[in-house]
């Protein structure tokens, strides 16, 4: 045998020699109660590989039962590597390290040691499947649910009696609207208008809905918005209330004489309906114009 010959033996008694004694620690035999369980990840350090450098082989079946990772990879001359390899078992048993590992430059990996690692299950010996969850019966009522459905109940009431007061309250404010007549519901407003209480926009305010009033009062729909103003300031009902509203409005000096009660006298034969659907019913247009058109007056 020549030299070359020799020196090749003893490199490969050498190598199998220290991959013997790193791979011992992870005989399975030795080391059972020691082996990680189905999930859990283990890591081998600086275990030294001969060969050129190895890598993780491409994972391409979901079933998988080893998930390889190469942490750190050490050159250890022209001899091999140094290894710190993390693995994780997906299925009880023993595997070889080896069939998940392939060489970056594509060579044979047959002079590598076996690399045996165990995995232990965490179900009982001979169960394969984790056992059935139990079955709880949840009462029909009682408890959580039950409070639950009472309180739907109560405010599902409460809710009820909201909606019944507030149609009561409407129905009310309409019934009222129909009994009481104009003269009784704008007197505290004229009474401030007479005692100069009222602001220019609350005089305006009550001018425009005084005249969309008497506009559907007189049949005065079809008349120009311009001539509105003028037939409602010269009609022998609605001419007094108008005129003296004007003069409050314009002239600071107030005339104690003015009888409130005949002012107001055309509209107690009206009722507050009437007021209140002309209110609604006003356009804005045409209450800019009318009060423009009055203060032009």
């Given amino acids: 045998m020549n030299t070359h010959n020799l020196r090749q033996a003893f490199v490969a008694a050498l190598l199998t020699l220290v991959t013997s004694g790193a791979t011992d620690a992870q005989?399975?035999?030795?080391?059972?109660?020691a082996a990680p369980t189905v999930g859990e990840a283990r890591t081998i350090?600086?275990?030294?590989?001969?060969?050129?450098?190895?890598?993780?082989?491409p994972l391409t079946d979901d079933r998988q039962p080893i998930v390889l990772r190469i942490a750190n990879a050490f050159p250890q001359g022209t001899l091999g590597y140094r290894y710190d390899l993390v693995y994780s078992g997906y299925?009880?048993?023993?595997?070889?390290?080896?069939?998940?590992?392939?060489?970056?430059d594509g060579t044979a990996i047959a002079i590598l040691p076996e690399i045996p690692v165990s995995i232990r299950s965490l179900l009982p010996p001979g169960q394969f499947e984790p056992n059935?969850?139990?079955?709880?019966?949840?009462?029909?009522l009682g408890g959580y649910r039950w409070w639950m459905i009472i309180a739907v109940i109560f405010w599902g009431w409460v809710l009820a009696a909201l909606l019944l007061l507030g149609w009561r309250k409407k129905k009310s404010a309409r019934e009222f609207a129909a009994e009481v007549s104009l003269a009784e519901l704008l007197r505290p407003r004229i009474q401030s208008a007479m005692d100069n209480r009222l602001d220019a926009r609350q005089y305006a305010e009550l001018e425009r809905m005084l005249i969309a009033m008497w506009q559907r009062k007189l049949n005065l729909s079809d008349v120009e918005p311009s001539a509105v103003v003028r037939q409602i300031r010269q009609h022998s009902e609605s001419g007094p209330l108008m005129q003296q509203l004007e003069r409050w409005m314009h002239d600071p000096s107030r005339d104690e004489s003015v009888d409130l009660t005949k002012l107001l006298e055309p509209l107690s034969r009206m009722s507050a309906k009437d007021f209140q659907m002309a209110a609604d019913s006003v356009a804005a247009p045409t209450s800019s114009n009318s009060s423009g058109e009055g203060r032009a007056k």
């Fill in 27 to 33: 005989d399975p035999k030795q080391n059972a109660d």
């Fill in 45 to 57: 350090e600086a275990l030294f590989l001969p060969g050129s450098q190895l890598q993780p082989r």
């Fill in 91 to 104: 299925e009880a048993g023993t595997f070889d390290l080896r069939d998940f590992l392939e060489r970056v």
């Fill in 132 to 140: 059935a969850l139990p079955e709880n019966v949840v009462p029909r």
